[in-house]
């Protein structure tokens, strides 16, 4: 059974940066495409970007701007979610997802996912 197990949440000022971890297990060799989403108050989930595990490739949604990072490392099979120069309307809380083996072309969908973790909070303060 897959399983993702989300850490690093927490409160920030506004310019911060805060590293988000996502451990996943289950997958036993197998390929997979790991999302980053945000539920902000009042908006529905928002991509943020998508690693695909074979290679590494990330894809970014346009509203990281340049600000967010996607990262993994296979030896901990964990992924990163590197968010710098925060900004109040950053807040929110932030998901991992996963779908077994590809990433869709041209697609960072929340329904394209499976497997989630648990959440974890985001709080900028200006």
């Known amino acids: 059974q897959v399983h993702l197990m989300e850490s690093g949440g927490g409160s920030v000022q506004a310019g911060g940066s805060v590293r988000l971890s996502c451990e996943v297990s289950g997958y036993r060799g197998i390929d997979y495409c790991m999302g980053w989403f945000r539920q902000t108050s009042g908006k529905e989930r928002e991509g943020l970007a998508r690693l695909y595990s074979g290679d590494g490739e990330v894809i970014y949604g346009d509203t990281v701007n340049g600000r967010f990072t996607v990262s993994q490392d296979n030896a901990k099979n964990t992924v990163y979610l590197q968010m710098n120069s925060l900004k109040p309307e950053d807040t929110g809380t932030y998901y991992c997802?996963?779908?077994?083996?590809?990433?869709?072309?041209?697609?960072?969908?929340?329904?394209?996912?499976?497997?989630w973790g648990q959440g974890t909070p985001v709080i900028v303060s200006s």
């Open positions: 997802a996963t779908r077994r083996r590809w990433c869709l072309p041209g697609r960072l969908e929340p329904t394209d996912y499976d497997t």
